[in-house]
């Protein structure tokens, strides 16, 4: 009868076949459960086989910090994943939330923007519990009124 072809759709969408490293879990762990972070950067390390842990950004680091943090992959023509502890009052009601960014910017060479796209799924499935998923291209995407507005969308 010829070749016959199976296709898995369960797992529809590209995969770049890049690993989470055990290290990314845990401490993103440590920021949703312990608040040890204000926040955390994530890159693909240069083999492009792994997701790493760049930088754990301690509970005296800024919303700024994490800013300039993406900022210098960029000026490198980079792209990063991130996770920041946002803190906010809406309404008379203090909240947190767990805000996971995907800095993809508009300066990226095209191969980042593959490779950060196409292995987002397998971060994002890690991080049980995620709060809000920010797509950040640019600086009006960072700007700290646009998180707030993502966070606080609920309580509007």
């Known amino acids: 009868m010829g070749d016959t072809r ?6 529809a969408g590209p995969s770049s076949g890049v690993a989470v490293c055990d290290d990314c879990v845990k401490v993103f ?5 312990d608040h040890k972070w204000n926040y955390v950067i ?3 390390t240069d ?3 792994n997701i790493v ?4 950004g301690g509970t005296h680091k800024t919303y700024q910090d994490f800013v300039n943090k993406l900022k210098e992959a960029e000026k490198k023509g980079q792209c990063r994943y991130g996770l920041f502890d946002v803190k906010f009052s809406c309404n008379d009601i203090h909240s947190e939330k767990l805000a996971f960014f995907i800095w993809n910017p508009d300066t990226a060479s095209i191969r980042q923007k593959m490779i950060y ?3 987002v799924k397998a971060l994002k499935q890690r991080f049980n519990g995620l ?4 797509q950040c291209n640019d600086e009006t995407d960072l700007a700290l009124s646009h998180v707030f507005e993502k966070c606080s969308a609920k309580y509007v």
């Open 42 to 44: 994530y890159k693909i």
């Open 29 to 33: 762990f440590e920021i949703k459960r």
């Open 6 to 11: 199976y296709i898995n759709f369960n797992n």
């Open 131 to 134: 709060h809000i998923v920010i």
């Open 117 to 119: 796209s196409t292995s």
């Open 53 to 56: 842990v760049e930088e754990r």
């Open 47 to 49: 083999d492009l086989k």
